[in-house]
């Protein structure tokens, strides 16, 4: 009977999108791509294997989102313009602790832990799907701007002039982004707990330890 109702309900919605509920559907669409993107690959994964878990026709998939490019750049784009738009308003503030952009960076990779093994998959390997459209679209405004940011506190007087901006702005980027990169490996042989508790103090570690790094 359950199979039944699920093909009843699955040939009601394939074919067109619906009159209600096209935000849910799109949220649903990008959700089950992402996962099968950072599991499988850009190249491994149809259309077809979205539309199949989402329960509609491919059909629905392309009205949404046209063809599999433009469905990866906004699965990516969900995640990083929110936090290239904090970046900007960091950098417009004028004072931002390194504390502070830890935090930002933290929050958003537990919220999408997904993001990691995505990036890593079609932007930072060689060949990735996404690598030209995030040097020329994306990179500016996420770690772009961090070497700017830390530019201004170095004015300030809060980090050491001696050291490099940029240079600083990567080992920023690599210790808050490489632990969920590790996460499966770091839980089971280091034991580290990625619950909100662990998160935490994880973020806590990053911080102090990259603060105590870069005073003057």
């Given at each position: 009977m359950v199979e039944i109702a699920k093909a009843a309900n699955s040939?009601?919605?394939?074919?067109?999108?619906?009159?209600q509920g096209s935000a849910r559907m799109r949220e649903n669409i990008l959700n089950a791509s992402e996962d099968l993107f950072a599991r499988q690959g850009f190249a491994a994964t149809s259309l077809r294997e979205v539309a199949d878990v989402v329960g509609v026709n491919p059909a629905m998939v392309h009205y949404y989102f046209g063809n599999k490019e433009s469905l990866l750049r906004q699965v990516m784009e969900r995640t990083l313009e929110p936090l290239a738009s904090a970046l900007a308003e960091m950098q417009a503030a004028g004072q931002t602790r390194v504390e502070d952009i830890v935090h930002l960076l933290l929050t958003a990779l537990k919220q999408n832990p997904k993001m990691p093994p995505l990036m890593i998959r079609e932007v930072m390997l060689p060949g990735g799907a996404m690598q030209e459209h995030f040097l020329n679209a994306m990179?500016?405004?996420?770690?772009?701007?961090l070497p700017g940011i830390l530019a201004s506190e170095q004015g300030r007087g809060r980090m050491a002039t001696d050291l490099d901006p940029n240079i600083s702005a990567l080992l920023l980027l690599a210790t808050s982004i490489f632990p969920f990169i590790v996460r499966d490996v770091a839980e089971q042989a280091l034991g580290i707990a990625y619950d909100d508790e662990g998160l935490l103090k994880l973020e806590q570690h990053i911080g102090r330890v990259f603060e105590r790094g870069v005073s003057p």
């Open positions: 040939s009601k919605t394939r074919g067109r999108p619906p009159g990179a500016p405004r996420l770690g772009g701007a």
